[in-house]
């Protein structure tokens, strides 16, 4: 199975407040789970990424969970700003091919 | 660092035309780039692999003769979408692998919206 399932959809929360997007894959041989941020008629731009052999990496106010067993991971944004408002992708690739699958995308309001 | 640029930004061509796009990686080498494609309030597809010095590999569904792929060199891939048609109106994004800096590590152009009237 090459899907990577994302949820929610569309996500809104207050500013200063936790942002949360999960996602889940199948394929066992994925070995590096990027996050993409992506602003409207952009291409979209790496926030932080980890490889299975982390449960956790976090980079400022960006953080991913990575549960292996479950295989899900999850992007969690402390203290979201309005200006963190965008589309949130995450991938799934295995590193000797590089090809990336994405998930269904994230549309995150932070409101002020 | 490891910026990664595509021309033209947009383009509207007629139907039956061809159209070409360019994606470079400014600051770094990249033996592999990667072409996706985004519909509207969707999610990437990968559409082919490009790897410099030999021919792409297509994704499954994906019309190799449609959708030409050069990668000349280590700096530069091409896709010339061929008689382009309405359906091939979408936003077409690359992306280059740094072998040097990582092997994971994918930076994305800015993209190029597609028009097709």
């Known amino acids: 199975q090459q899907q990577v399932k994302q949820s929610p959809q569309s996500l809104i929360v207050q500013k200063g407040g936790i942002s949360i997007i999960n996602c889940a894959y199948e394929?066992?041989?994925?070995?590096?789970f990027p996050w993409y941020q992506q602003f409207p008629g952009k291409g979209p731009a790496l926030l932080i990424a980890?490889?299975?052999?982390?449960s956790e990496k976090k980079e400022g106010r960006f953080t991913i969970s990575f549960n292996k067993s479950a295989k899900q991971f999850s992007l969690h944004i402390m203290d979201s700003q309005p200006g963190d408002s965008a589309t949130y992708f995450c991938a799934a690739s295995r590193s000797n091919t590089g090809k990336l699958i994405f998930g269904q995308g994230t549309t995150l309001q932070v409101k002020p | 660092g490891a910026v990664v640029s595509q021309h033209p930004s947009w383009v509207i061509c007629k139907s039956g035309t061809s159209v070409k796009i360019e994606c470079r990686s400014l600051d770094f080498q990249a033996t592999t780039m990667f072409w996706y494609r985004q519909f509207p309030k969707q999610s990437l597809m990968l559409m082919a692999t490009?790897?410099?010095?030999?021919?792409?590999?297509?994704e499954q569904g994906v019309e190799k003769d449609k959708f030409l792929i050069n990668h000349a060199s280590l700096t530069l891939s091409t896709l010339t979408v061929t008689s382009a048609h309405p359906e091939d109106s979408s936003f077409y994004i690359c992306?280059?692998?740094?072998?040097?800096?990582?092997?994971?590590?994918?930076?994305f152009g800015p993209g190029t919206r597609l028009t097709v009237l």
């Open positions: 394929n066992t041989a994925f070995d590096y």
């Open positions: 980890i490889r299975p052999d982390v």
């Open positions: 992306s280059a692998r740094d072998w040097v800096l990582s092997t994971d590590t994918q930076y």
């Open positions: 490009s790897n410099e010095g030999s021919k792409a590999t297509y």
